[in-house]
């Protein structure tokens, strides 16, 4: 299974590249790899980046950088170029601006997807809050993949293009007895006064 770290977005409402900002004394990408490698479930950790962030990374990091067709393509052209470079039967998706993940949520998730994922056919499991659905917080199956490219070259680059058309499922993040907000987007350097 394949972690896939959302890292190439403008950033503008944040006015600097998300990826590198720090929570608590940690840079967001390194804190979710941390998370993502303490759950054991990943063989691979790959971030999904722009061209001009690609060597901002650890030389050890596995960066993809969108395909050429596909630049400037949002999160599912990352995620696109990502399956493409490396094959799996699951890839779990995280947005680079969600440095607060728990290995529980994701532990959690997985279950919830692996428990569905033959009897019902289900084919992405994500979290939700409040009705809002979270699809750069979410296990994708490797059949989306070609749903994914029709999309993109169809100029379709909602992500709701592709969960409103596949069986997807959500989890509602309350289901997560963990620490409050470890599912929220740091949007704006505001967001991390508290913190």
């Known amino acids: 299974m394949i972690a896939i770290i959302l890292a190439g977005g403008a950033s503008s409402r944040f006015g600097s590249p998300k ?36 060597y901002s990374f650890d030389k050890d990091d596995q960066v993809v950088v969108d395909l050429a067709d596909y630049k400037n393509n949002g999160p599912l052209g990352g995620i696109y170029s990502v399956m493409h470079a490396y094959e799996s039967e699951c890839y779990f998706v995280i947005a680079c601006d969600t440095p607060k993940i728990t290995e529980k949520a994701i532990s959690h998730l997985y279950q919830f997807y692996i428990s569905r994922v033959m009897e019902e056919q289900l084919e992405i499991a994500g979290y939700e809050a409040q009705n809002h659905k979270m699809p750069t917080l979410a296990f994708y199956s490797y059949h989306v993949k070609e749903d994914i490219k029709q999309a993109l070259d169809n100029k379709h680059y909602r992500m709701s293009e592709i969960y409103q058309n596949k069986p997807a499922q959500w989890l509602n993040v309350d289901v997560v007895n963990d620490q409050s907000n470890w599912f929220q987007n740091i949007n704006y350097v505001e967001d991390l006064k508290n913190e």
Do not use: D, H
């Open 19 to 54: 990826a590198f900002a720090s929570i608590n004394g940690e840079v967001f990408y390194k804190k979710i790899k941390k998370t993502l490698n303490q759950t054991n479930l990943f063989e691979k950790i790959v971030i999904s980046s722009s061209e001009s962030l690609q």
